[in-house]
């Protein structure tokens, strides 16, 4: 199976720290540094139509050497807040463009957070209220929390970025070895989504990373799992113990998809209760989708999580400890 190449990508308001952060990461060995301008014939990212722009810098991508890792400088979370916040634009376009990036690519999404300010905001490119300006940086942190990554601050006390290059480039090794939430990378495909939340139960992450990998290497669609299946599925699982329980629900959520086509769409939005009734899920598993799937678009969904990753997770580390 061909390895996905890999992305880290820096988003947040001006002033994070984004353009520094980059250029230290891009001092390590096959990290580098990529200008999507360049694979748009010179033209800016912004103000070109998402549903050509991102298709050409996709089709430029996958000819990456996957030896490297790629570092981007603010993408498509960024067209998503500042076309939301600044320009009021319908911004579902984005987060198709946003799903498919980081189901065709091995992406670790970085937003880099900063104080609130009291003056107006202005540079070369763009003018801002103080007013617009902080609802950037708070809807930033929105998307953090369902989408990327959070480093909180780059800046401790009056430490400048640059003294601190070490730990960021400890966080973003952190991140790309161990990648914390199994659910993440399975955010833009239901059916795998909610299979990952089964094999995570009392199980180590690592573990189910590992075994999910190679089930779903075995059964790209969902259709493929059924009950004549049930005793290859189980030799598969029993690295994680349980595998004969866990290949049942399996088959009986892949049936359960069966009978309800529509929940394969991507755009297809569950409901709590939809989420506890489908087999082996549960209240992890729809806490999983309220959180990792969008809890900004449908926060009434959402209630306290019992599980210590995911509170973790809310909590905006990028390393949880």
Known sequence: MQNKIRFVVFEGADGTGKSTAADHLCTRPNYVRVDVRKYLNGFPLDGMDPKIAYPMLFSCFENFDPGNVYVLDRFILSDIVYNHVLRGKDIQEFYNSWDTFIEKFDVLPVILDRDPVEHDFEDDKIAMTSSQFNQLIATYGSLARTEAYWIRKLVLGNAPIRKQSGRLQDD??????????????????????????????????????????????????????????????????????????????????????????????????????????????????????????????????????????????????????
């Open 172 to 321: 973003i090794d952190y991140a790309m070895n161990k990648r914390g939430l199994l659910q993440l990378r399975y955010t833009s495909s239901n059916w795998k989504f909610f299979f990952s939340c089964i094999a995570l139960n009392q199980v180590n992450g690592n573990a189910a990373a590992r075994v999910m990998a190679q089930f779903f290497y075995e059964y790209p669609d969902v259709y493929m799992v059924g009950p004549s299946q049930v005793n290859r599925i189980a030799r598969i699982l029993r690295p994680l113990g349980l595998q004969n329980i866990r290949a049942e629900r399996f088959i009986q959520l892949a049936g359960e998809f069966a009978k309800h086509p529509q929940w394969a769409s991507v755009n297809y939005i569950f409901s709590r209760a939809e989420i506890e009734a489908m087999p082996g899920c549960g209240k992890y598993a729809a806490d999983s989708y309220m959180i990792l799937r969008r809890l900004i678009r449908d926060p009434a969904q959402y209630t306290e999580p019992m599980d210590k990753e995911l509170r973790a997770y809310l909590e905006g580390s990028i390393v949880t400890t």
